[in-house]
């Protein structure tokens, strides 16, 4: 199957400090890319969509301007946390399209704001 | 109602056992149907698809009820690495988005 990575696997920051997590697709150009947060004991909820080239569609109740997200090739989507809380601290999943509409997962990055 | 619905378990069988997984969708416009595998801490992968007629690959088999509008997944000869949450996915043709279920959570026992 298709290969995702993504990066950093896990880290820790201040309060009010920003964070940037990486999303690549290493064997395949990603038509889009999506990003997900998980809460423990709780679903994949998606936060935004991401097309290569254009601004990223975000769900509702998903601030913009904080999780500022920028897809400058078709194998490379970033998640920037800015001025993260520790309400913030969560798994982030990437997912990549390739062919059809199955998704392929990074393993993720466990963001704790401390 | 929830979009996609799923028991989350826990589902505790023991090995060897046959245990079946529905999930319910509530969006009749729904195209396209996944089972995706998540393991604690780890990021989801994709087990199968669930086409029209239904598939099986190994001892996985999915089915889709359109009319009743659920998905289901059947595994057969239950192993303890079968042990995961099972999260069923839900995709509308022509929206570039799925939905996840919450999860159902499978323990096979020794």
């Known amino acids: 199957g298709a290969v995702v990575s993504q990066h950093p696997s896990r880290v820790i920051c201040k309060s009010g400090t920003s964070v940037k997590i990486e999303c690549r697709s290493l064997d395949f150009q990603a038509t889009t890319m999506f990003w997900y947060r998980q809460f423990p004991k709780q679903s994949l909820m998606l936060m935004a969509t991401?097309?290569?080239?254009?601004?990223?569609?975000?769900e509702q109740g998903v601030e913009k301007d904080k999780f500022l997200i920028n897809h400058a090739s078709l194998t490379l989507s970033t998640l920037t946390v800015t001025s993260a809380h520790p309400e913030d601290s969560s798994f982030y999943i990437c997912?990549?399209?390739?062919?059809?509409?199955?998704?392929?997962f990074g393993p993720g990055t466990r963001l704790t704001v401390t | 109602r929830k979009e996609v619905e799923q028991d989350p378990g826990p589902f505790n069988v023991p090995e060897g056992a046959t245990v079946a997984f529905n999930c319910t969708y509530s969006n009749s416009a729904s195209q396209s149907f996944f089972w995706y595998r998540q393991d604690c801490r780890k990021e989801p992968k994709l087990l199968m698809s669930v086409y029209s007629s239904g598939n099986e690959d190994g001892r996985f088999t999915a089915q889709l009820n359109r009319a009743s509008q659920y998905i289901s997944l059947l595994i057969r000869d239950s192993k303890l690495s079968d042990s995961a949450t099972y999260l069923c996915v839900v995709n509308m043709e022509g929206y570039q988005k799925v939905t996840f279920g919450t999860g159902t959570k499978l323990q096979v026992i020794p």
């Open positions: 991401s097309n290569e080239g254009s601004k990223a569609t975000y």
């Open positions: 997912s990549a399209r390739w062919q059809g509409l199955e998704q392929y």
